[in-house]
């Protein structure tokens, strides 16, 4: 009788080039390093410290705007550090890369506001200096404020940015797909050919948003597309994941809702006729961690004297576009349609099927400055409640968010990963195959799978050679 193998946890560091990113006002902790992060040697010993515990990735959140919702200026995010200020998080990657061998690089990229043509040659060039370990966090943004320091008047409407991501879609897998033939590049110096002409293919593309005519800047990198992560958790954004992700990051409220969610990612996936695994779903997690759960309560009490739950209601304003300092503690939270994250103003409005939501059941969310409510206790009990999410949400992993900087994440590498590793539900080393692709998805899948909507464009240059 055979048994079968316990699925391996998957597991992203959730960072971002910023002092606060989720947790917020915990850069004031005495510990906490996250001031540096403008210092490469801050990356790169994360780097190594998250590659001894064997992480899957680092998935770099990133905000174009500032979070000027909340009592209608962006005076608490500058006082409390919430996202504010920011720095480029593709330019970081390559220092990373350089001082590890496996590690992967999930990179947030905003298509709203890059053109699909030098945006292209930016991914392929982190795939090539990555060898194979990049990412693309698709996100079309949110922020009125970023609208306004890219010259416009306002945010583009909430389904409008889907329609035109799934036009910038079509052209970034030509350009990344169909451009170049796998053997266009010979280097050949005694004939003095580089690329052979013949192999090399202009793109026309005329969709209802985006035009060019060009030929790829990049000879083709190890997986072409890098892996394409997307967080949308509307309805459009839902069928966006569908078609085009491969990783879906979800905030996980519990694990019956969060499960439901996963189901209809992976329906929606068949429908487009991908298989339900061809995605992989993370859930955002916060961990608080000792060798004792007295001694992990006596951190995480410690911890919360130095969080902004204040800091957390800004963030969450301009996520949902509404302004929590117009609400009394105790008022229920209406629905208002904005342009924000959807998803996230029905969670906590009106149209929420949790029940009723008010600005103090929205902080009593924030023990830590963030609404993830983290888990707290010795190795053990977070190995327990990490494998339940995955037996009873059906998740593949999780996005680690950081707390005290970089104490939170040792802590995890030196406690939790060595009991997740004896349960037999993390890996003991990492698959040798190059790519992160490959290292999510098996030895041989370093490229987009046939069934995938960016391999149409692989087959229309197979046809084209």
Excluded at 50 to 70: C, Q
Excluded at 254 to 270: C, Q, Y
Excluded at 314 to 336: N, Q
Aim: hydrophobic share 40%.
């Amino acid at each position: 009788m055979t048994t079968m193998a316990k699925k391996k946890i998957l597991l992203n560091a959730f960072n971002m080039n910023a002092v606060g990113h989720i947790n917020h006002g915990l850069w004031t902790h005495p510990r906490d390093r996250s001031a540096h992060y403008t210092d490469l040697d801050y990356w790169t010993n994360l780097a190594q410290t998250l590659e001894r515990g064997k992480f899957d990735g680092i998935f770099l959140a990133d905000i174009v705007g500032v979070y000027d919702v909340y009592q209608g200026g962006p005076g608490t995010p500058l006082r409390d550090a919430v996202q504010i200020p920011i720095n480029d998080p593709a330019l970081i990657v390559p220092a990373m890369a350089h001082v590890t061998k496996h590690i992967g690089f999930g990179v947030t990229a905003n298509l709203t506001y890059e053109p699909p043509y030098l945006f292209a040659r930016r991914m392929s060039t982190l795939d090539h200096l990555t060898k194979g370990r990049v990412g693309w966090n698709i996100v079309t943004g949110y922020l009125d404020s970023a609208a306004r320091g890219m010259g416009l008047a306002q945010q583009v409407s909430h389904d409008d940015r889907y329609d035109r991501a799934d036009d910038y879609m079509d052209v970034v897998y030509k350009l990344w797909e169909q451009s170049w033939e796998d053997d266009a590049v010979v280097r050949d110096r005694e004939a003095r050919v580089f690329s052979q002409p013949g192999k090399v293919h202009r793109i026309k593309h005329a969709g209802p948003y985006y035009s060019i005519d060009a030929i790829h800047l990049s000879e083709p990198s190890l997986q072409r597309t890098p892996v394409l992560y997307q967080a949308g958790s509307s309805a459009r954004g839902v069928d966006f994941a569908a078609r085009h992700a491969e990783c879906v990051f979800i905030g996980g409220q519990n694990k019956a809702l969060t499960r439901s969610i996963v189901d209809d990612i992976r329906s929606r996936a068949v429908r487009f006729g991908r298989a339900p695994d061809d995605i992989k779903i993370f859930v955002g997690i916060t961990v608080v961690v000792d060798r004792t759960e007295k001694a992990a309560q006596e951190k995480f009490d410690e911890y919360r004297r130095y969080a902004s739950a204040e800091g957390g209601l800004a963030h969450f304003s301009s996520s949902t576009g509404i302004d929590f300092a117009e609400y009394a503690l105790d008022e229920p939270i209406s629905y208002v349609k904005t342009n924000s994250m959807q998803s996230a103003v029905e969670a906590i409005s009106s149209r929420s099927t949790t029940g009723v939501w008010t600005k103090r059941k929205v902080l009593e969310q924030m023990q830590l400055g963030g609404r993830t409510k983290p888990f707290v206790g010795s190795p053990q009990q977070v190995a327990d409640e990490l494998q339940s999410w995955l037996d009873e949400a059906g998740v593949d992993g999780f996005n680690l968010t950081r707390t005290v900087m970089p104490e939170s994440f040792e802590d995890f590498v030196d406690l939790v990963v060595p009991e997740l590793q004896n349960r037999g539900i993390y890996k003991t080393d990492y698959d040798p195959a190059p790519t992160l692709r490959e290292k999510l998805f098996g030895a041989g899948r370093a490229r987009l799978p046939d069934e995938h909507a960016g391999a149409q464009y692989r087959l229309r240059a197979k046809a084209l050679a």
